[in-house]
């Protein structure tokens, strides 16, 4: 779908109209599942998770005054969602919660595969915005307001990730 599609969507979506929501819903609800599945290290409550942000964005649509932001608003949503899941679990167990990213890798892909291994690696802020550069396909300038950060630090996180990538690509062979 294009952008400009996307924005007429939106603005539908604004006024009510239920279509918009159920074509918005499944243009993006697949990736912000992924998206959840690897903040989480889980994708169990992923889809949970999920659920969560489109009753939300349901709620406050209106509040959207650029419907251009729309995709980085969506992705936004969906990682301070997994933050609070994250903190909520955190607080129903006893034991602290542990970070599983290189297992949420593993699962995604075979065991044997170097470049997820490579890229579980990675620290956690680089390794986002891999996920969300390579993986989502989200523009630079969408990941800077996704993540919250300067435009020019995605740059150099990604100029990092493929650096610490290719030094562990080179070096296993």
Known sequence: ????????????????????????????????????AYLLANPAPAEDVVQNVWLKISQRIGRLQ?????????????????KDYKKQAAQRLTEPFTDQHDAAVTQLEPPDNALAHAI??????????????????????QIALVLDIPEGTVKSRLHRARNLLHQALTKEN
């Open 1 to 36: 779908m294009q952008q400009a599609q996307l924005e007429l969507l939106v603005l539908a979506m604004q006024g009510g109209d239920k279509r918009a929501f159920t074509l918005l819903y499944r243009h993006y609800h697949a990736d912000l599942r992924r998206f959840a």
């Open 66 to 82: 650029d419907p251009a932001v729309f995709t980085s608003w969506l992705y936004r949503a969906v990682r301070w969602e997994a």
């Open 120 to 141: 579980a690696s990675l620290p956690l802020d680089v390794r986002e915005v891999v996920q969300l550069y390579y993986l989502h396909e989200l523009a630079q300038q």
